[in-house]
């Protein structure tokens, strides 16, 4: 079964180009939720869709914006990047389902786009 | 405010030496897994632990969740340098999608 793939892997922008990232879930998961990680903060929840509705967000500006399409592939884009946007995004597809007692969240992740902003 | 947090930030051991990191919270969880990740890479699930008080074996990994279900524990045997990485819990809640995450611990093996 394959994984959740992220691409590109690696990206350099310059402040206030906008950004697209991809990410491709694992087949038959309808959830998918991206993060974003730096070393102060760690990871950072952005934002989830499920079915291509968004069904939770996180406390990041409109900038961030994100989609889901009938396939369940995903993408987010940053617009006017700021230098404070470089990090490792990462992108989950989750399995989710009751589990013993416990409705439970399993993320599977990619292995990321590093985004460099210049 | 952090909702999970993780303690140490950072562990450096020899091989062959035992550890134990932990990740408590004021919140109670559904759910709570532990991930590991090594630099360049997304996180890789380890273990979910569901129910309160319950403890999950994997090789030398032991996990525990609390009976309260708002504090969890990694205690690693034998450490090796291939357990190197940054060890993040992460709480779920209900049926919402996303996971909260604590800051990690980043773990050094030496041999």
């Known amino acids: 079964k394959a994984g959740v793939t992220q691409t590109p892997r690696y990206l350099i922008k310059t402040r206030g180009q906008q950004v697209t990232l991809s990410c491709s879930p694992i087949?038959?998961?309808?959830?998918v939720s991206w993060y974003q990680q730096t070393p102060g903060q760690g990871l950072q929840f952005l934002f989830e869709?499920?079915?291509?509705?968004?069904?939770n967000k996180g406390n990041f500006p409109g900038r961030f914006s994100g989609r889901q399409f009938s396939n369940s592939r995903s993408e987010m884009n940053v617009s006017t990047l700021e230098l404070g946007d470089s990090a490792l995004y990462l992108c989950?597809?989750?399995?989710?389902?009751?589990?013993?007692?416990?409705?439970?969240?399993?993320?599977?992740f990619g292995q990321g786009t590093r985004l460099t902003v210049v | 405010t952090q909702l999970l947090e993780q303690s140490p930030q950072f562990l450096s051991i020899q091989e062959g030496e035992n550890l134990t990191v932990y990740c408590n919270s004021s919140?109670?969880?559904?759910?709570l897994q532990w991930y590991r990740q090594e630099p360049g890479e997304g996180p890789v699930l380890l273990v979910t632990?569901?129910?309160?008080?319950e403890v999950k074996k994997l090789k030398r990994l032991t996990f525990q969740f609390g009976d309260a279900r708002k504090d969890s524990s990694l205690h690693i045997t034998a450490a090796q340098t291939g357990d190197t990485g940054l060890y993040l819990c992460?709480?779920?809640?209900?049926?919402?999608?996303?996971?909260?995450f604590g800051k990690g611990t980043k773990l050094s093996v030496k041999p």
């Open positions: 992460a709480g779920g809640r209900g049926s919402q999608g996303n996971l909260i």
């Open positions: 632990v569901v129910t309160g008080g």
């Open positions: 989950a597809s989750s399995l989710q389902g009751p589990l013993n007692r416990g409705w439970v969240t399993e993320a599977f």
């Open positions: 919140s109670v969880f559904s759910s």
């Open positions: 869709y499920f079915s291509e509705t968004q069904r």
């Open positions: 087949s038959g998961h309808r959830s």
